[in-house]
């Protein structure tokens, strides 16, 4: 086995590490020394992959929880069932996400997040107006609204709020075409 593979085995290690820590209850904080003694591994390895804890919960977010959200959907409404109901499967993993990560708390990071999976779904040539992406920031105040008071919105309300909003952003492109 090459460095490369070893490296990567140790980094989805350590991803799996920060998933069963942050899915087994809410925490108040994990630091990167809490992740060293978790996982087993050296300072050194912790600081290889990821500079801050952010950075680890950053890569989780985009390259685990991310993928298994969008994995299956063929359109914006798939995308939010399959959103809402991955969040709500792993209801601590995803509030401690949120809790303690700095970039899940920036409105453009999650505006850029719905931007892309309406154009991936919904807008072929990929070019939302300005207009269509304040309108999808609304998304982004319910979904961090629905955070913000622990998920406590029913599934069935959250879709279709959600729903709702996205076909206000594709009324507006179809009245501006």
Known sequence: MNIKNNENLTLQYLIDIL???LSSKIIPKFTMTQLMKTSGKSRSTIYYHFAFIDDAYKYYFEKRL?????????CYNDVVVSFVDTIIANKNLCLNLYNLSDFLHHPDYLLDLFTRAFNDHEIPEHKLSLSQKHLLSGI????????????????EEMITQLIEHGDLVKTYKKAKV
Do not use: P, Y
């Open 140 to 155: 982004v105040f319910l979904v961090k609204r629905w955070f913000d008071q622990g998920l406590k919105t029913k599934r």
């Open 19 to 21: 998933e069963a820590e």
């Open 66 to 74: 991310l993928k298994e959200i969008a994995s299956g959907c063929h």
